[in-house]
């Protein structure tokens, strides 16, 4: 992987396929490069992709979690305009 030979401190780690695949599905190839680069560089906190992937797993509880409200919140708005819906 190209980052790693640019920075070699970074290493590779399986967690960031996820985060490459998803740039280059919507950038060219050289402009997700970049992004994966100042994702992995600038953006994340240091160690953030380890070989445990323990901060990683962290956010991904944390994404599921709000997903799990938002969703909980959607459903409830949802059902509230169907029953409004058809009582009219």
């Known amino acids: 992987m190209r980052v790693v030979r640019r920075n070699p401190l970074v290493g590779y780690c399986q967690?960031?396929?996820l985060l490459a695949?998803?740039?280059i599905l919507v950038l060219e190839e050289e402009d997700a490069f970049w992004c994966f680069v100042n994702i992995v560089e600038k953006t994340l906190p240091p160690n953030y992709f380890t070989s445990?992937?323990?901060v990683s797993q962290a956010d991904q509880r944390c994404v599921h979690r709000a997903?799990?409200?938002v969703d909980k919140t959607f459903t409830h708005r949802a059902t509230r305009t169907t029953v409004?819906?058809?009582s009219h």
Do not use: I, T
Request: proline share 0%; aromatic share 0%; glycine share 6%.
């Open 15 to 17: 967690g960031m396929n």
């Open 21 to 23: 695949a998803a740039l």
């Open 52 to 54: 445990n992937l323990l």
């Open 67 to 69: 997903h799990e409200r």
């Open 84 to 86: 409004r819906r058809a």
